[in-house]
């Protein structure tokens, strides 16, 4: 469900023309919960083919795929894309009362220099941040963002988790596909070795 609701937020965000390089800005609205701003930090993260480099399997990444920070903080967010292709950075999670029904803040620029600033809620969580261009997340453009102790890892970030329990976001219609492949190759191979031995039998 979530997953869902995921990707249709991504989809929206693509197809629609007007998207706004900066979604979700929020420089003074408290989340729920929050009684006050706890701080105030500056990130910077880079987007490229280069910090994929250490991952045989990826094609992009992030410079920085794992971050944390106190809840109610504001994050006065500098995204650089080192690349000459659209790019982004995608938190999803965030308060639907102070982020909108698609819960996210989003930076996105084509080879350039972004910024925007959001505020962390209140709880403990681990939001989801990705690159929302078709195939960039399986790509390796995936991170987390622990607000205080988190609750939990969000899997397959470069350099920092694998899938969980088996199952991959990434790989969602590849695992199942190359299983199909793979049986279908397996029964087709076993009759004609049948076949074939019933041939020789006459
Ligand atoms: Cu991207």
Known sequence: MKKTLIL???SIALLNPATANVMGQNTDQLPPGCEEISG?????IEAGTEHAEQFPSKMYTYSDRK????????????????DSIRHQWMVHGLPEQTYGKMGMFMLETTS?????????PS???SLLIHCGVPQHTQ?????????????????????????????????ESAVPMGMVVGITMLLLGASMIAIM????EK
């Open 8 to 10: 249709l937020i991504t």
């Open 123 to 125: 709880e403990d969580e």
């Open 139 to 171: 790509k390796g453009m995936k991170a987390q963002l622990t607000v205080g102790n988190g609750d939990g890892d969000i899997p397959n970030v470069p350099g920092h988790t694998g899938p969980i329990d088996g199952y991959s976001y990434d790989q």
């Open 112 to 120: 350039g220099k972004e910024k925007g600033t959001f505020i962390l």
């Open 67 to 82: 971050l944390n920070f106190e809840p109610c903080t504001k994050l006065e967010v500098t995204f650089i894309n080192n």
């Open 40 to 44: 105030t930090e500056q990130l910077t």
């Open 197 to 200: 031995e019933k041939r020789t």
